[in-house]
């Protein structure tokens, strides 16, 4: 039976959130403005189904599909909100599930590292995908699980300050959301990236009992 790890509908993209989106993913790009559902689901086949299920029952455009032996990803987008729900509800519904048998975020770490040396923010650079860190800035990085809540947890950041998204990852065994920017800017965003996951409801996490 399919479990659904990740379900979170993004209401409204933000355009670093989009843009950063649009550089790893490999279908239909998303824009800044678009509404967004971003699933995750195990074991890893069943997310060909949640697709067949998303695409027949709504006008909505698929931007990711990612099929790995454990995990699946499915983010599909919409300027219609409405579709982009109904797309959801028919993934749940084909699945035999609700959005409460998603398994609830856990914030697993959080760093905020004020002043960063310039050496370092220049490994940070290496890896980014998105913005850049400057030298004596303050970087962030939150960790989430299950993974694919980083995408909502970057997106409620960008909505809440003037932040840089360096980089986000939003699949495999933990999910993880760099940020850059001033020190009050960024902590006004992690506030609210942690407080959105905090709001989010699902099933126990197991990795919130191990901790």
Do not use: W
């Not at 300027?79 to 959801?88: K, L, S």
């Not at 040396?117 to 400057?134: C, T």
């Not at 909502?152 to 932040?163: P, S, V």
């Not at 999910?175 to 959105?196: D, H, K, M, N």
């Amino acid at each position: 039976m399919a479990e659904i790890r990740t379900y979170v509908f993004l209401d409204v993209l933000q355009p670093q959130v989009a843009g950063f989106l649009a550089t790893v993913s490999q279908g239909y790009l998303p824009i800044e403005g678009q509404s967004s559902l971003f699933l995750e689901i195990s074991p890893g086949m069943e997310v060909n189904v949640a697709c067949d299920a998303a695409l027949k029952a709504a006008e909505v455009q698929p931007g990711m599909l990612i099929v790995e032996r454990e995990f699946g990803i499915l983010e599909v987008h919409s300027f219609d909100q409405g579709m982009v729900r109904a797309a959801g509800d028919a993934v749940l519904d084909r699945l035999g599930l609700t959005q409460e048998d998603r398994l609830a975020p856990v914030v697993v770490s959080a760093q905020t590292i004020t002043g960063i040396d310039p050496h370092h923010s220049m490994l940070v650079n290496r890896m980014r995908h998105g913005d850049m860190i400057l030298a004596n800035q303050t970087y962030f990085v939150l960790e989430t699980h299950p993974a694919g809540y980083a995408v909502f947890a970057a997106n409620e950041a960008e909505k809440a300050a003037n932040i840089n998204i360096l980089e986000f990852r939003a699949f495999g065994a933990f999910g993880r959301v760099y940020l850059g920017g001033t020190e009050a800017e960024i902590e006004q965003a992690a506030e609210a990236a942690i407080a959105g996951l905090k709001s989010l409801t699902g099933r126990t996490n197991p990795t919130a009992a191990a901790r």
